[in-house]
């Protein structure tokens, strides 16, 4: 306290000035929210939690100023502001650590915002509201720096209702998204890139959330793309960013490392050994082109896709009810091999109801249980946005309120998801924040009558050309898919602040998606014929550090049910999944609950929750040991019913065995240094030591990198 | 608790808090040189209101002391004189000798100080709390004052001695009201906790928690004048009145408004009490049938105290200048 007094008697002594102008008219809502954000206060690790801190509750990042006035100005009894000796307010004596303050010392007694608070208190801490913010601009917004250690001065402009333009750089926050990467000086908005690469940094001022992305380039010389291959525009996008980082790309990949990875991509198998000699041998020049419509027009390309989707939908059995759901899978197989356009699918699914056991599309609302459950599971599948977060709070990182998530939960309130299911009107969803039913409301759009047919309304929206969300987020998906990582990541998050690495590119695949009738192959197609999906996934020096510019191809693991397909093929055991017909494959299951030992050791997703966000799969350590060590491999090698077993007592040679395996499990043949290891491995033993040795080279193709990745 | 430990400056500054006040006057007047627009502040909201007595004046208190009123012109006529602000409730003892006034700085102390009424002096400052007194009980021997703060302590003193004779433990949050049943045998408390705890006072044990709040209990008051189990009435955050018989630990009926309730007030007589809200409206309901008879809407907003005059014709509240008296009738 004698601290504080000191300081206000020399602040009246020598600076008038600057409190005078501060006292002359203080707006809660446009200043002095802008002064908690920027001081931590109302983050979610302080009073911005769900239930406050210390008994003071704010909205997260101030997205709420009349609940934040509330609760500064009124709550118990007005404690936190002292209107008759300002200076004393609890408000001021915490945020300077005069009193206690679990978080610390936020804000300094000679800092413009201690100047702003006490003004703000000493002209009666009145709300005020006389301005909205109408728009926040930064600059730059994107910029690209010689070398590591430049700066740039980053500066904030707000303009208000009143037309009022002002810049608010110091109450703007400034985060960047690794720290290591950026450090930036938050008086005076000056940032310094530490490392090269693509970063981002997130400016937050009042509601708005703003991304500026910051390029250092990766080496000093300059690279030039021009006579690099290019097939479409999506090689123009990725070369470009490519030259602004100075990555130079790999090479185009070999035929036999195209097929096997185009093969898996478009049907989830492995090429047949004759199909992958027919295709080593071919020397037409569009072979990969011929080779891509092919796939696309498979029957095998229907099963996996329908598979990649079913997973999208996270189709699955219900209790007690299998009937459903097959019929469900059933139905989107027919879709996509039938070439259905995606906002076709997308509208059947809004908008079906009936019995479940007959009409597919009707099972997708019983996919999750509840209006809240829907917006969320809709808003992530066609929006590829996590609305969730605007549950409790509005969204921190996104432009979404709860009223948009309320507002999308009510059009689903009348839905009545049992076997059959059926629209009951009077069905109503309690906003937590005014305690009654919330308006049905298209998310960020606009409130629905009460009359009007909310899932149709939705449906029109979210199909729409026009809709921001919709084809980028479906484009970004496939694109995954066939490239190991999204633009975006994870492909559920789509928003401003999570900008795409290649923003353009995803704008354009999203039109030319619209412009192709939402033509799923279409896509596919597009993305296979480029560049940048044939090119090697061997790094260069220059570029082994890049895993999302696409210099080179990036290798994943393949899918649980994908891996056990292909530990199938290439054995010859079969597996059993429950009580499917013997042979069917692990990919056209129905259903995931299915019975299957293997599968549960290889990760499969149970599609409970969704499976983009999964952290499973077959790249974790138990899979390995499961590989390594167990049944899943180990049996199916060994047994007399086995590709290798049939082939010892046909007496086969030990050099065509390897040969063959070589294209079942790799898609290629021995190189000459394997072909020369193996002869040499072969050669040093006895006879009856052959079928150990034969065991042994199966078990190492199917637990080798190259087997168990896609690359 | 709440205390900055490293600091020598703050240590004084609570131990020589009263020595500050000169210092802070300059403040003021250098404010009145030098920004004439700073001092243009809205009027603290009013904490507490009392009948004196003898029915002809009204005690308001804020952060500003405590003011007293001419009944029934409600025109102010002077301030008491004290050593503290930030007052959160004044109480006459039963005897109408005293008057304890409590409050205090938010975070740091709490403060009751009791009165001689007659000659306006000092008879005790107890500084026991470390968070500002929300609410205060006489007991019927004119000796102890029960005082409740959001340090969350429940303490029972002696105020001559200005020592603590028990202490009640179990809020685990602040406590912001309190109230003693008319044979001193029971104390109930309440508070952020959103409950009400029920004490035995000859034992300092916590005999039951009433918890059907969802929200803070910002008001407790006991029924007056009334035969049969006693009756207490709280209201909360989360915007119900509640009915309540504390000693058999029955809610016996409830009352949901449209906006918060804030405090609340007993006919002297009838079964009826008055509640002031957040949006300005003082509810009038039965608490026989909890049905709201009446509202009435008054010119301010964050209503945080009002009175029932002596003869139960009147409600006094926070006006745009001072106090503002309403009639209490249900029609």
Redesign the interface.
């Known amino acids: 306290m004698l601290r504080l007094t000191i300081f206000l008697i020399l602040l009246s002594v020598f600076a008038p000035s600057s409190y005078a102008g501060e006292a002359a008219a203080v707006d809660f809502d446009t200043d002095i929210v802008p002064v908690l954000t920027k001081s931590g206060c109302n983050s979610g690790a302080c009073h911005g939690a769900a239930a406050g801190r210390g008994e003071f509750h704010l909205s997260l990042y101030g997205s709420n100023p009349a609940f934040d006035y509330d609760s500064i100005v009124h709550r118990f009894k007005g404690r936190r502001v002292n209107l008759v000796d300002p200076e004393n307010s609890l408000l001021l004596l915490k945020p300077t650590e005069s009193l206690i303050h679990g978080g610390g010392a936020r804000i300094e007694l000679d800092d413009p915002a201690f100047n702003l608070l006490t003004a703000w208190i000493a002209k009666g801490a009145q709300r005020l509201q006389q301005r909205k913010l109408k728009s926040f601009e930064i600059s730059p917004s994107h910029q690209v720096f010689e070398s590591v250690g430049d700066k740039v001065t980053l500066q904030a402009t707000a303009i208000f209702s009143n037309e009022d333009e002002r810049t608010v750089t110091r109450w703007t926050v400034l985060t960047p998204e690794d720290d290591t990467a950026v450090q930036i000086d938050s008086e005076t908005g000056e940032a310094t890139v530490l490392r090269s690469g693509r970063h981002v940094v997130i400016a937050r001022y009042l509601d708005r959330v703003v991304p500026i992305v910051f390029i250092v380039p990766l080496q000093a010389r300059s690279i030039d793309f021009v006579d690099g291959p290019r097939t479409n525009f999506i090689d123009d996008h990725v070369y470009d960013l490519l030259a602004t980082l100075k990555i130079p790309a790999s090479p185009g990949a070999d035929d036999a490392t195209f097929l096997r990875r185009i093969t898996l991509n478009l049907t989830g198998r492995l090429p047949a050994p004759r199909v992958a000699l027919a295709f080593l041998d071919d020397k037409r020049t569009n072979k990969r082109q011929l080779l891509i419509d092919e796939l696309l027009n498979s029957e095998e390309f229907n099963d996996y896709w329908t598979y990649e989707f079913a997973k999208l939908l996270r189709i699955r059995s219900q209790p007690l009810d299998k009937i459903g759901a097959r019929t469900y899978h059933r139905w989107l197989r027919e879709q996509i091999a039938s070439a259905t356009p995606y906002d076709e699918i997308a509208e059947d699914l809004l908008t079906s109801i009936g019995d479940s056991h007959t009409n597919g599309p009707a099972n997708f609302y019983r996919t999750v249980g509840g209006p809240r459950a829907l917006a969320e599971f809709v808003s992530e599948l066609f929006l590829g946005s996590r609305l969730r977060c605007a549950n409790c709070h509005d969204h921190p990182l996104d432009h979404w309120k709860q009223d948009d998530y309320h507002g999308l939960a009510a059009i689903f309130a009348d839905v009545k998801a049992g076997r059959v299911v059926s629209i009951q009107s009077g069905g109503e969803v309690i906003h937590p924040r005014t305690g009654i039913a919330a308006v049905k409301r298209i998310p960020g759009e606009r409130f629905l009558n009460d009359d009007a047919q909310g899932r149709e309304s939705l449906a029109e929206w979210i199909t729409t050309q026009h809709n921001p969300y919709f084809a980028k987020a479906i484009v970004n998906r496939l694109w995954k898919n066939m490239m190991g990582r999204g633009l975006i990541e994870p492909t559920d998050d789509l928003r401003s602040t999570n900008p795409a690495t290649h923003p353009q590119l995803l704008e354009a695949l999203a039109e030319d998606f619209i412009k192709h009738d939402y033509n799923l192959r279409h896509t596919l197609r597009t993305i296979a014929n480029s560049a940048a999906y044939s090119r090697s996934e061997k790094s260069l020096p220059e570029n082994a550090t890049d895993d999302r510019f696409y210099s080179h191809s990036i290798v994943r693991p393949l899918e649980p049910e994908v891996l056990a397909d292909a530990i199938a093929d290439v054995t010859g055991v079969a597996m059993q999944f429950g009580e499917e017909p013997a042979g069917t494959r692990a990919i056209t299951l129905f259903d995931p609950k299915i019975s299957s030992p293997e599968l549960d050791i290889l990760g499969r997703c149970l599609r409970e929750e969704s499976c983009e966000s999964q952290s499973t799969g077959t790249a974790g350590l138990p899979v390995l040991l499961h590989l390594l060590n167990g049944k899943l491999l180990n049996e199916r090698i060994q047994s007399p019913e086995s590709r290798l077993s049939r082939k010892i007592k046909e007496n086969v040679s030990s050099e065509k065995i390897i040969r063959e395996f070589y294209l079942l499990a790799l898609s290629r043949l021995p190189t000459e240094g394997e072909q020369q290891f193996w002869a040499k491995e072969f050669g040093s033993i006895q006879e009856k030591q052959r079928v150990d040795l034969l065991q042994d080279f199966v078990w190492a193709m199917l637990t080798s990198q190259e087997f168990v990745t896609n690359h | 608790m709440?205390?900055?430990?490293h600091s020598q400056?703050?240590a004084?500054?609570?131990s020589c808090?009263l020595g500050?006040v000169p210092?802070?006057f300059?403040?003021v007047q250098?404010?009145f040189?030098?920004?004439p627009?700073?001092?243009?502040?809205?009027?603290?909201?009013i904490?507490s209101i009392t009948f004196s007595p003898d029915g002809n004046s009204v005690f308001a208190a804020?952060?500003?002391g405590v003011a007293i009123y001419d009944w029934p012109g409600l025109t102010q006529q002077g301030k008491l004189e004290l050593n503290f602000?930030?007052i959160?409730d004044i109480q006459f003892s039963p005897d109408a000798q005293r008057l304890a006034i409590a409050g205090g700085?938010?975070?740091?102390t709490g403060i009751v100080n009791v009165l001689n009424w007659q000659s306006r002096d000092t008879i005790s400052l107890i500084r026991q709390h470390n968070d500002?007194v929300?609410s205060i009980a006489w007991m019927n021997d004119n000796q102890r004052i029960v005082s409740v703060s959001?340090d969350r302590q429940v303490l029972l003193y002696d105020h001559s001695s200005e020592r603590t004779v028990q202490e009640f433990s179990g809020h685990s949050?602040?406590v912001?009201a309190v109230c003693l049943l008319a044979d001193d045998s029971v104390l109930i408390t309440a508070g952020?906790d959103q409950s009400l705890r029920v004490w035995e006072l000859s034992t300092s044990k916590m005999i039951r928690t009433l918890n059907n709040h969802t929200a803070p209990v910002h008001d407790l008051q006991l029924r007056p004048n009334q035969d049969g189990l006693p009756m207490v009435a709280s209201v909360s955050d989360d915007r119900t009145l509640r009915f309540w018989q504390p000693t058999i630990g029955r809610m016996v009926r409830f009352v949901k408004l449209d906006s918060i309730p804030l405090a609340i007030a007993w006919h002297p007589e009838k079964p009826i009490v008055a509640a002031t809200t957040?949006s300005g409206i003082i509810s009038i309901i039965d608490a026989e049938t909890a049905e709201v008879l009446k509202q009435i809407k008054t010119d301010q907003q964050?209503l945080?105290a009002l009175a029932v005059s002596p003869d139960g014709k009147w409600i006094v509240v926070q006006g745009a200048n001072g106090l503002r008296r309403y009639r209490f009738s249900t029609e």
């Not at chain 2, 709440?2 to 430990?5: L, S």
């Not at chain 2, 700085?105 to 740091?108: K, L, M, R």
């Open positions: 709440n205390k900055a430990p400056s703050f004084w500054a609570n808090r500050l210092s802070l300059i403040i250098f404010q040189l030098f920004f627009s700073a001092i243009d502040a809205a009027q603290p909201p904490t804020s952060q500003a602000a930030n959160h700085d938010p975070g740091e500002t929300y959001l949050k602040g912001t952020v957040s964050w945080y």
